[in-house]
Structure formats: C-alpha cells, structure tokens
C-alpha cells in the first residue's frame, strides 16, 4: 500500500480493507530516503508493506523498483493503483 496519509492511519485502513494483518512493515519517507534500490526491493518483498506518508517523487521510485526490479518475481502477482472515494 502506498498512500500520503500518516502511517498509523495507512495501518488502520489496511486492516479495515483486509489488505494486511496487524504485522505488516510500515515504512515512511525518511527510511524509504535511506535505503537504496536493492534494499527497497528486499523489503517489498518480505510481505505486506504500507508506505505511508509518501510524496509523488517517493510514489514513482517505489513503482519503478516494483517494474524493474521486482517484474517476474512470483511473490508479486499485481500491482495495482487505485484512488479511492
């Protein structure tokens, strides 16, 4: 999940909407800025990751990793953006 909202908020949606359980890896901006491609890719792919508190330049990076990086992964069947109501 990636999202603009603030991370405890970002959590409770994605329980709300079944997305994730109560385990899931919440990542802000400045942990996102510390880490490099290899690490990001890691990290998606550990399981259920909200991205909270995310900027457009933040949003596209983590998009782009998941085409470039990750594209063929069997642990990423979709990706998929949606804005809701």
Do not use: W
Request: net charge positive.
């Amino acid at each position: 999940m990636i999202t603009g909202d603030a991370g405890r908020t970002a959590a409770a949606i994605a329980r709300q909407i079944d997305l994730v359980k109560d385990g899931a890896n919440g990542i802000e901006t400045a942990e996102l800025d510390a880490m490099n491609d290899r690490e990001l890719t890691a990290k998606i792919l550990s399981g259920a990751v909200i991205f909270a508190r995310m900027t457009p330049r933040h949003k596209m990076r983590i998009v782009s990793v998941c085409r470039t990086k990750i594209r063929g992964s069997p642990s990423l069947v979709t990706v998929s953006m949606m804005r809701l109501p």
